[in-house]
């Protein structure tokens, strides 16, 4: 299989060092120094379920690499416009664009880019990073991939990746309704992000505080909220399956909005807190956890992106 990774970061890196491997073709799109350490030395992952190095094509331009059979989109979630207005090199008739980013926004403004026949759901579970240029740091979570159709049939070009990540290793699945694991992802992201982003410390401390952990857990009933009025088919007890999913992960646990806050880096908030308020807004559907911890963290946001 020929992969194009669009985001060679934490999640692009390692799913598409992982497939590379495995002996398939995987061509990297990166950026500045971790782009020419790709270039020089090859890619390096330093992972809790073993380390590996393997050498990929990279570049800055896609159009280096020509037509792909899929296209493993993990760039962040405010820069999807623009990465999706310069995928038409690599996109032959049948390519799949999976995004595998945070938020519920990203399929569709790929799709209006480049057309709703390529792009398919994605979600990815993991907790990795660029530790530094070239170098993929992999600390925990289950490292799996969840990939659909929007319309959920189960297609070749989906069947075939899902074979190919299961022989490189990789936990993956093909869903049964893709909105539905986005969404559920998605509570859980806003809970997990901006708890440990507003609080600025990991999740064992967040749950052994009250407060904190019945905050937590009313900015999932938020998103699950909004979901329902969505059209999204959630389960009665997803609730409480993503509080008790997040009991169990580990006590050091930050989340990658965390990372961007404390380090500099332009925040994906817009697109996580941001989008529950909006969304929430054309509903009339109060969601006062999520408009807090917008409120927290937009100063900052917006100072991280020179605003």
């Not at 999932?220 to 088919?233: Q, S, T």
């Not at 806050?261 to 509903?283: I, K, N, Q, Y």
């Amino acid at each position: 299989m020929k992969v194009v990774v669009v985001g060679a970061g934490g999640v692009g890196g390692y799913f598409g060092g992982r497939l590379a491997a495995a002996g398939h073709d995987v061509a990297m799109v990166a950026r500045g120094p971790h782009l020419a350490a790709l270039q020089e030395h090859g890619l390096r992952v330093s992972s809790v379920k073993g380390d590996f190095a393997v050498r990929v094509d990279a570049s800055e331009d896609p159009a280096a690499f020509g037509p792909c059979d899929v296209v493993l989109f993990c760039v962040k979630a405010y820069d999807t416009d623009a990465a999706a207005g310069r995928l038409a090199p690599v996109l032959g008739r049948d390519t799949a664009v999976v995004s595998l980013q945070n938020g519920v926004d990203n399929e569709d403004r790929i799709a209006a880019v480049v057309g709703s026949d390529h792009v398919v759901g994605g979600a990815a579970f993991i907790f990795s990073t660029i530790a530094e240029p070239g170098l993929i740091a992999h600390a925990g979570g289950p490292a799996r991939i969840v990939v659909g159709e929007r319309d959920n049939r189960r297609t070749a070009r989906v069947e075939s990746l899902l074979s190919a990540c299961l022989e490189a290793g990789i936990d993956a699945d093909i869903a049964g309704d893709i909105n539905a694991v986005l969404w559920t992802k998605f509570a859980f992201i806003c809970a997990a992000a901006g708890m440990t982003s507003s609080v600025r410390l990991p999740l064992g401390d967040i749950r052994e505080s009250p407060a904190a952990w019945t905050m937590f857990r009313d900015i999932v009933a938020e998103v699950v909220a909004l979901a329902r009025l969505e059209g999204i088919d959630l389960g009665d007890d997803v609730v409480d399956q993503q509080v008790g999913f997040a009991a169990g992960l580990p006590a050091d646990s930050y989340s990658s909005l965390h990372h961007d806050l404390t380090s500099g880096r332009r925040m994906e908030l817009d697109a996580l807190h941001g989008s529950v308020v909006r969304r929430s807004d054309r509903f009339g559907l109060a969601v006062p956890a999520c408009r807090a911890t917008l409120a927290v963290l937009e100063p900052w946001a917006r100072r991280n992106a020179g605003s």
